[in-house]
C-alpha cells in the first residue's frame, strides 16, 4: 500500500513537552487545563483580605472533619455564619460526593 501525501500540506510541527499541569497549549485537551483555576488563588486571597468581612447569614458545609479548621479559617471574614455542618462521606466536591445531605442541609438554612 503506498502512503499518499499532499504536496501543499505544511510539515507537522511537533508540540512542545508539557512540563506542569499549568501549561498553555492550544492542542492540549481540557481536563489537561484543570490546574489554571489554581494558579489564580494567590489573587483570589489577596483580593478577599482587602475586603471588608461580610456579615450575610452564612451557611458552611465542609469536607468530613474539616468543620472546625475551615470555620476558624473563614471566620474572620465571615461574620454571620448561622449554620455550618460537616458533609460526611465528602472530601473536596461536597456536591458530587453526598449529593443528598448537601441538598437537604441547603434546603433546610433557605427555609430558615
Same mark, same amino acid.
Given at each position: 500500500?503506498?502512503?499518499? !501525501?499532499? %504536496?501543499? +500540506?505544511?510539515?507537522? *510541527? /511537533?508540540?512542545?513537552?508539557? =512540563?506542569?499541569? #499549568?501549561?498553555?497549549? $492550544?492542542? @492540549?485537551?481540557?481536563?489537561?487545563?484543570?490546574?489554571?483555576?489554581?494558579?489564580?488563588?494567590?489573587?483570589?486571597?489577596?483580593? !478577599?483580605? %482587602?475586603? +471588608?468581612?461580610?456579615? *450575610? /447569614?452564612?451557611?458552611?458545609? =465542609?469536607?468530613? #472533619?474539616?468543620?472546625? $479548621?475551615? @470555620?476558624?479559617?473563614?471566620?474572620?471574614?465571615?461574620?454571620?455564619?448561622?449554620?455550618?455542618?460537616?458533609?460526611?462521606?465528602?472530601?473536596?466536591?461536597?456536591?458530587?460526593?453526598?449529593?443528598?445531605?448537601?441538598?437537604?442541609?441547603?434546603?433546610?438554612?433557605?427555609?430558615?
Amino acid at each position: 500500500m503506498r502512503e499518499r !501525501t499532499c %504536496a501543499h +500540506a505544511a510539515p507537522a *510541527v /511537533p508540540a512542545p513537552p508539557l =512540563t506542569t499541569p #499549568g501549561d498553555r497549549h $492550544p492542542r @492540549r485537551p481540557a481536563h489537561d487545563r484543570r490546574f489554571e483555576l489554581y494558579r489564580a488563588l494567590d489573587k483570589d486571597v489577596s483580593d !478577599t483580605v %482587602a475586603d +471588608a468581612p461580610t456579615d *450575610v /447569614p452564612t451557611l458552611l458545609m =465542609t469536607a468530613q #472533619g474539616q468543620l472546625d $479548621p475551615i @470555620r476558624a479559617t473563614v471566620a474572620p471574614r465571615m461574620t454571620n455564619i448561622v449554620w455550618a455542618v460537616d458533609v460526611p462521606h465528602a472530601g473536596h466536591w461536597l456536591v458530587e460526593e453526598n449529593p443528598e445531605f448537601v441538598t437537604a442541609e441547603l434546603l433546610r438554612f433557605l427555609d430558615e
